[in-house]
C-alpha cells in the first residue's frame, strides 16, 4: 500500500498520544509484560511512523513493562523450502556454503513488518540467540524472556514463547491476523502427533561460521485463523482498533492452553 493511499484513506493523523489512548482502551495496562505483532500500514498515516508505534508502546507499558517483538530471520533456513521466490537449484550449495551467519546486531528481520525491525535495532533492545526465531524485548524482564533461546525446538516450552507462557504475558496483534500469532506454535509443541522434519541455518559454532542442520516441529500456522475466531468464542479477546487498525488483546497462556485442546481435536483428530 503506497503511503498516498494511506494518507488518503486516513481522516486524521495518528500520534504518539492517540495511539496511547488507543492501547489503554484495549486494555494493555502500565507495568504489563506484552508480546506484540504488528503492520504499520494498517494504523493508517501515523506522524513519526514506526519510531512512533514504539513510543506509544513504551510509553503505555511504562518503566516496569517489557516490550517483546518477534525479530525472526526466515531467510536464514534451507534454501530448499523458499518459494516466495523460489531460487534456482543450481545455486543451492553457493547459499549453503556462503549465506552469512546469524548475528543479534546485523541480521535484519524478515516479513515482521518495519515496527519490529526498528524495535531490534533500538537500545536498550536484548534479541535472543536463535538464528531463524529470535525474539527482542525491552524492560526489565527482556533478559530473563530472551535468554539461552534454544537452537530446538524453537519455538518450544524453553524458548521465549514457553518463557511468556510461564509469566503469563498478554499478546496484541495490531492489525495483524491470527496467522501472525506465533504463540500458537507453543501449542503445536505440547501434541504427540505433531510432525518433525530437518531444517537448516547458518550460525557460528566455537567462533567459526557453519551451516548447521537440525531437526524441529514441522510448524504449520495454515488454520491458525480458524483456530483465533474458536478462541474467540470461548476466551477472552480484547478486540478493538489502534488508529485504524482492528487490534485483539488476550493472555498467552489462556491462548495457548486453549490453541493446544483446539488443535488435538480439529487438527490432530483427522
Not at 9 to 28: H, K, Q
Not at 54 to 79: N, R, Y
Not at 168 to 174: G, H
Request: with cysteine; aromatic share 8%; charged share 20%.
Amino acid at each position: 500500500m503506497s503511503e498516498l493511499h494511506i494518507i488518503e484513506s486516513t481522516r486524521t493523523p495518528n500520534t504518539v498520544e492517540s495511539i496511547e489512548n488507543d492501547l489503554v482502551a484495549l486494555g494493555i495496562l502500565e507495568g504489563d509484560l506484552l508480546l506484540v505483532h504488528s503492520s504499520l500500514s494498517s494504523l493508517g498515516w501515523v506522524c513519526g511512523g514506526e519510531q512512533a508505534v514504539i513510543m506509544a508502546l513504551l510509553h503505555t507499558l511504562g518503566p516496569e513493562g517489557t516490550l517483546v517483538m518477534p525479530a525472526h530471520s526466515s531467510h536464514i533456513s534451507d534454501p530448499v523450502e523458499w518459494g516466495n521466490p523460489p531460487i534456482p537449484s543450481d545455486w543451492l550449495a553457493d547459499i549453503y556454503l556462503h549465506m552469512p551467519a546469524f548475528h543479534p546486531d546485523l541480521t535484519p528481520t524478515r516479513g515482521m513488518g518495519s515496527i519490529a525491525e526498528l524495535f531490534r535495532t533500538m537500545s536498550p533492545t536484548i534479541r535472543s540467540l536463535h538464528p531463524q526465531s529470535s525474539f527482542a524485548a525491552q524492560g526489565p524482564l527482556a533478559h530473563r524472556v530472551t535468554q539461552d533461546h534454544l537452537l530446538t525446538p524453537q519455538l518450544g516450552q524453553s524458548s521465549p514463547l514457553g518463557r511468556l507462557y510461564d509469566l503469563d504475558a498478554k499478546v496484541l496483534l495490531l492489525g495483524v491476523g491470527y496467522d501472525s500469532c506465533t504463540s500458537f506454535h507453543l501449542a503445536e509443541t505440547l501434541n504427540e502427533s505433531m510432525p518433525m522434519k530437518r531444517m537448516g541455518a547458518a550460525m557460528e559454532e566455537e567462533g567459526s561460521r557453519t551451516w548447521k542442520w537440525f531437526e524441529d516441529y514441522d510448524y504449520n500456522s495454515d488454520d491458525f485463523e480458524s483456530l483465533g475466531k474458536a478462541m474467540e468464542r470461548h476466551t477472552a479477546v480484547s478486540i478493538g482498533k489502534v488508529g485504524k487498525a482492528q487490534c485483539k488483546l488476550f493472555s498467552i497462556r489462556k491462548a495457548v492452553d486453549f490453541a493446544a485442546k483446539w488443535l488435538n481435536e480439529q487438527r490432530f483428530s483427522n
